[in-house]
């Protein structure tokens, strides 16, 4: 199977199954960590992530997790 188009790559992404997903997602991040990296440094810097931080430690305060 060729891959040489970015749609092709995405529908080949969409075709894996969840484990494969996650061993390609792993192989990403240990080959191109600076990709999530970034995005992840813009996300927080833009405030597009601010409420899933505020719920998840007001969750924690009010008792609503459990430890790792």
């Known amino acids: ?3 040489d188009t970015v749609q092709e790559i ?3 992404i969409d075709a894996l199954t969840p484990q494969q997903v ?3 997602s792993l192989w ?3 080959r191109h960590p600076q990709l999530i ?3 992840l440094k813009a996300d ?3 405030g597009r992530i601010d409420d899933r931080i505020n719920r ?3 969750d924690h305060k009010a ?3 459990q430890p790792l």
Do not use: C, F, H
């Open 1 to 3: 199977m060729r891959l």
């Open 37 to 39: 990296d970034a995005q």
């Open 28 to 30: 990403l991040d240990q």
């Open 10 to 12: 995405e529908r080949a």
């Open 56 to 58: 998840a430690i007001a």
């Open 22 to 24: 996650e061993e390609l």
């Open 44 to 46: 927080l810097e833009a």
């Open 63 to 65: 008792g609503n997790t």
